[in-house]
């Protein structure tokens, strides 16, 4: 069992930056994928972000490629999202997952275990 615990989440204006944190319980973290989605009310949870067990590979979605960037410390149980250049368009509940049965980082359903969401604002 794994319980995810996101933080950092806020009102930033555009431009800004946030980093969301992510405490994982459970034994499982150091060998998991790790990875950060995001949802907007009425639409599909899709992927931003998500690193190897290592911490070696990490993954990145399009839009957010060159201003966010995930990484992890398995000392701490805990994995990071670094989101700089924020745009409003970025505005969503962000989400932490783990993904601890060794499968690929995609897609979303290779993921097993969720935290409950952080909602990150970006004002124009």
């Known amino acids: 069992q794994v319980q995810l615990v996101e933080s950092g989440g806020g009102l930033v204006q555009a431009g800004g930056s946030l980093r969301l944190s992510c405490v994982a319980s459970?034994?499982?973290?150091?060998?998991?994928?790790m990875g950060w989605f995001r949802q907007a009310p009425g639409k599909e949870r899709e992927f931003v972000a998500a690193?190897?067990?290592?911490?070696?590979?990490?993954y990145y979605a399009d839009s957010v490629k060159g201003r966010f960037t995930i990484s992890r410390d398995n000392a701490r149980n805990t994995v990071y999202l670094q989101m700089n250049s924020l745009k409003p368009e970025d505005t969503d509940v962000y989400y932490c997952?783990?993904?601890?049965?060794?499968?690929?980082?995609?897609?979303?359903?290779?993921?097993?275990?969720w935290g409950q969401g952080t909602q990150v604002t970006v004002s124009s």
């Open positions: 997952a783990a993904n601890t049965g060794g499968l690929s980082w995609y897609p979303i359903s290779n993921y097993d275990y």
């Open positions: 459970g034994r499982t973290f150091s060998r998991s994928v």
């Open positions: 690193i190897s067990w290592s911490g070696g590979t990490t």
